[in-house]
Structures are given as C-alpha cells and as structure tokens.
C-alpha cells in the first residue's frame, strides 16, 4: 500500500488553512509549482479529490475535509515522536495548543499564566477562545489540543478532567431598584429584568439551569453578544444577571458600578478539561490540571 508522506499531509494542511496556493506554498517554502505537484501527488496516492480547482478559488471537497480531520492527528502525533525521539521527556514541554472559552479566558487566565510560565519555561502556549461548541469541534478535528471550558457540556470521544466548582453570583449595580441583593429573591423579580448572553454561549445554559430560572417572561429574550456587553448593560442598570464568582476583582468589572452577590452553594458551574481519549498528552493534560487547579 502507498502511503502519504508527512511533507504531503503537512502541505494539504496549510492549503486548508489558507484555501489558496500560492499563500500555501510561502507558508510551507516552497514553490507554487512544487507545492501544487505534492498536492497533485497525494490525492494520486489515496485515490481521491481533495481539491476543486478553479482561477480565483479552492474549494476543499467533502472527502478532503475527512482527510484533513486525519491528517492533523497524524501530523500531531508524529511531532509527538520527534519530540520523544530528541530526549523532549520535560513535562509540559513543547508546543500545547490549549482552547478556552470567554467566560474562564479574561478571569482565570490573567493570573494562572504568569505562573504557568514560570513553572514551565519550555512550554509554548497556544491560546484560541471561542464559544464552546466550537472549541469541541477543533479539538474533535485536531486543531486544538486540551480545552479549558465549563462543565457539564455534551461531548463524546473525549476525557473530561473536573478541577473545581465556580459558584454564580447575582451581578447588578449598586444602588439599583430592581432587586435587594441582600434578600434576593427569583420571584420577586419583574418581568424581562434578567439579562443573559445569547444562545451559543455555554454560560447562558449552565446560568439557566444553576440558578433555577424556570419562568422565561423574566428572562430577557435580546441577548447580550459579549461579555463586556453583558456587564455594560448591568451596569446601565437594564437588568440583572449572573456571573460567575470568578469574575471578581476582573478587568472587565474594573471602573463599573457592578456588584457581586453570592447565591449560595447549589448554584454554580464545573470548571474542568477536556481532550481526545486515548491522547498520548493525557498525562500531561492532568498536570496541567493539578497545576490550574492549584493556581486558579
């Protein structure tokens, strides 16, 4: 059986990543002619088009997209080896491209890096923040490593790592009329006075299902885009809303009049990794939890 080269799976790579060929060949040095004849090669060698070719466009095809899903764990896993090969046995060494979701990013990480970079001057970081079924997807085709997000979420093929429990907090802004923080009660609140993000962010399901929102009439349905939307919007007083305690002394709550309140032990959020099962990183992976866990 032929098999693909790591140059070719390296190159396809890049070509989905830029969708052109000549962007393609600069990244990986090479030139266009002897980039498009790897290309031209590798689909020789599995039978099959990767590619739709046109003047202007590149158009990955569906088979191609399947491949490339394989070719990043394959790619991952060979520069696993070279390191292992080379002596690279340091814990937490290399390059580690972690995914993270905006709603841990700008409150846990701030603190956690500087540590982390201390402790493990060899590790080269990588960091991508999005929404989480996002980040799940990138980390299911291999182009991320670990992610750092909030549980629970539903995720299959993978292995989660729970490092703690992220209590909810009543954010509004001092002195509002909406609600007492001090005697908080759900159902005293009037109508449409909870602000949430909008559907897609993890946040706004593990806020609706932690602190018991059940009557959506209180439940705002524009949602706020961002985060900084979110709080710029309690802080305007045009509602309430929850936030996780980790928020706390954030720069995001920096210069606003936005309070605090705790809501008690029965309403929170898991943080915790996640990653492929079956990674070779997954010892690694776990350190990295004990070390987040110990420093968050």
């Known amino acids: 059986m032929r098999l693909p ?14 969708g052109h060929f000549g962007r393609a060949a600069d990244r ?3 030139s266009q002619s002897a980039f498009s004849n790897a290309i031209q090669e590798l689909e020789a060698t599995l ?6 070719r046109t003047n202007r466009n590149v158009t990955i095809t569906a088979k191609g997209q399947e491949v490339a899903v394989q070719a990043r764990l394959v790619v991952r896993d060979v520069e696993s080896l070279v390191e292992t090969a080379r002596g690279n ?11 993270v979701i905006p709603t841990i990013a700008p409150f846990m990480l701030p603190g956690a890096l500087p540590k ?6 060899d590790l080269k970081l990588l960091l991508a923040e999005d929404q989480t079924d996002r980040i799940v997807r990138r980390l299911m085709d291999g182009e991320l490593d670990v992610l750092l997000l909030a549980l629970p979420w539903q995720m299959q093929g993978v292995e989660e ?12 802004r001092e002195g509002t009329k909406r609600v007492d923080p001090e005697n908080y009660r759900y159902n005293r609140l009037d109508s449409d006075s ?22 959506t009439e209180k439940v705002r349905r524009f949602g706020a885009s961002s985060l900084l939307t979110l709080i710029e919007m309690v802080d305007a007083d045009l509602g309430i809303t929850f936030l996780p305690e980790m928020a706390q002394g954030s720069a995001l709550l920096r210069n606003t009049r936005v309070r605090l309140s705790p809501l008690g032990e029965r309403s929170y959020r898991t ?23 110990d420093n968050a």
């Not at 080269?5 to 830029?18: D, G, N, R, S, V």
């Not at 982390?116 to 001057?121: C, M």
């Open 5 to 18: 080269t790591i140059k070719q799976l390296q190159y396809f790579l890049a070509l989905t990543e830029t």
């Open 28 to 30: 990986c040095f090479v």
């Open 47 to 52: 039978s099959a088009p990767l590619v739709d």
């Open 89 to 99: 046995d340091k814990p937490l060494a290399g390059e580690l491209r972690l995914g």
């Open 116 to 121: 982390l970079r201390k402790n493990y001057p």
């Open 161 to 172: 790592m729970p490092l703690f429990r992220d209590p909810f907090c009543l954010a509004s």
């Open 194 to 215: 909870i602000l949430l993000l909008e559907d897609g962010h993890c946040l706004r399901e593990h806020a609706l299902a932690a602190c018991k929102l059940r009557d």
């Open 271 to 293: 943080i915790g990794l996640a990653w492929r099962k079956g990674s070779r990183q997954a010892d690694e992976f776990r350190l990295l939890g004990d070390f987040l866990r």
